[in-house]
């Protein structure tokens, strides 16, 4: 079976402040991807990252990094300095086949 | 290049009656997925289009339905709405290439609140 756990529902911090959002999933499959997604008030799903089972390498874009550690079933989401406008909803997803397997999410609020 | 489009942007029904709402994938894409977000949880996978059939289906009872015309947009039917139907319902588009790559990328559009009293 399959399934995402983003074990924080919410986290505050402060603008300029280092935010690492967790990811834990489970699957039985060898060959998956992993994907992140921000979900703004707007209510629209905005794709950030898709990582396939294959690449460990960690991945840096802009502010935004992304760590995959397979030994430990996590692909973690860090936001360097962040903003306010980094306020949303974080959701962390598995693709074994085509359908999505989402988290629950985490709600990221950046005070200025 | 427009993205996902999805109609009506809010709606409100009572128990019982039936809902249709439409989704327009972006440009070039072939395939449209269908999710339900309640309040607080992560979308849910519903069921996805493809070439007009349902290739793909989430746990989800038959009063669930949808259709695939031939320009690739999607209609999602659900009949006898119960409370718990509340939600935000998703629409993605993505485009299956020729090696049938199964996990292309989906776009999502801005979804459709629906409200069951």
């Known amino acids: 079976a399959q399934k995402v756990t983003q074990a924080q529902t919410e986290i505050s911090v402060v603008e300029k402040e280092d935010v690492t959002l967790d990811c834990v999933y489970e699957?039985?499959?060898?060959?998956?991807?992993l994907f992140w997604y921000k979900q703004p008030p707007s209510g629209e799903l905005v794709f950030l990252i898709r990582?396939?089972?294959?690449?460990?390498q960690n991945e840096i874009s802009g502010r935004y990094s992304w760590n995959f550690q397979k030994s430990t079933s996590s692909f973690n989401f860090t936001i360097t300095a962040s903003q306010v406008v980094d306020s949303a909803v974080y959701f962390c997803?598995?693709?074994?086949?085509?359908?999505?397997?989402f988290g629950k999410g985490t709600r990221l609020s950046v005070i200025a | 290049d427009a993205g996902v489009t999805q109609s009506p942007t809010h709606l409100i029904k009572t128990r019982g009656q039936q809902v249709t709402l439409r989704c327009s994938p972006k440009?070039?894409?072939?395939?449209v997925s269908w999710y339900q977000q309640a309040l607080g949880q992560g979308p849910q996978f519903i069921f996805q289009?493809?070439?007009?059939?349902?290739?793909q289906r989430g746990n989800f009872p038959d009063r669930f339905s949808g259709h695939q015309f031939p320009n690739y947009s999607s209609e999602l039917n659900v009949n006898a709405l119960l409370l718990g139907d509340s939600a935000l319902y998703l629409c993605?588009?993505?485009?299956?290439?020729?090696?049938?790559?199964?996990?292309?990328?989906?776009?999502f559009g801005p979804g459709t609140r629906l409200t069951v009293l």
């Open positions: 993605a588009s993505s485009l299956v290439s020729l090696a049938g790559d199964p996990y292309n990328e989906q776009f």
């Open positions: 997803a598995l693709s074994e086949t085509t359908p999505l397997v």
């Open positions: 440009s070039g894409h072939d395939t």
């Open positions: 990582r396939n089972s294959f690449d460990e």
């Open positions: 289009y493809y070439e007009e059939e349902e290739r």
């Open positions: 699957t039985r499959d060898t060959t998956y991807y």
